[in-house]
């Protein structure tokens, strides 16, 4: 089973959700799975569009920058844009059998 985890942050950003994030992604590959991970733009500023952490492989999506940065409303619709083109951009490189939309809730 290969899947796409789509989160909103991951590590090196410690937290509780990176760290819960962390906890399925080791037990699903226990199960045998193939968990390849897309951070939102919210992750931040980071050296490339793909980048090893602690042996995890992670595609990231830019951070928001420019006008609609500073604007409620238009900033998150902008952001979810940028979300779907990078999802779409990484699942026809990867075909997975299953996108996992994670929540911060």
Same mark, same amino acid.
């Given at each position: ?9 991951? &590590? /090196? *950003? ?5 760290? !819960?994030?962390?906890?399925?992604? +080791? ?7 193939? *968990?390849?991970?897309?951070?939102? /733009? +919210?992750?931040?500023? *980071? ?21 609609? +940065? ?6 998150? &619709? +902008? ?5 779907? !083109? !990078?999802?779409?951009?990484?699942? !026809? ?13």
């Amino acid at each position: 089973m290969r899947v796409i985890h789509i989160l909103d942050h991951s &590590i /090196p *950003t410690q937290s509780g959700y990176s760290f !819960r994030t962390l906890a399925i992604l +080791k037990e699903q590959r226990a199960l045998g799975w193939e *968990t390849l991970h897309l951070t939102g /733009p +919210k992750q931040g500023p *980071t050296a490339a569009a793909e980048e090893q952490v602690n042996g995890w492989h992670f595609y990231r999506t830019p951070p928001l920058d420019g006008i609609l +940065k500073g604007i409620a409303g238009l900033a998150e &619709i +902008k952001l979810m844009g940028d979300v779907a !083109r !990078r999802v779409e951009q990484v699942a !026809r490189r990867v075909r997975p059998d299953l996108l996992h939309a994670h929540s911060r809730s």
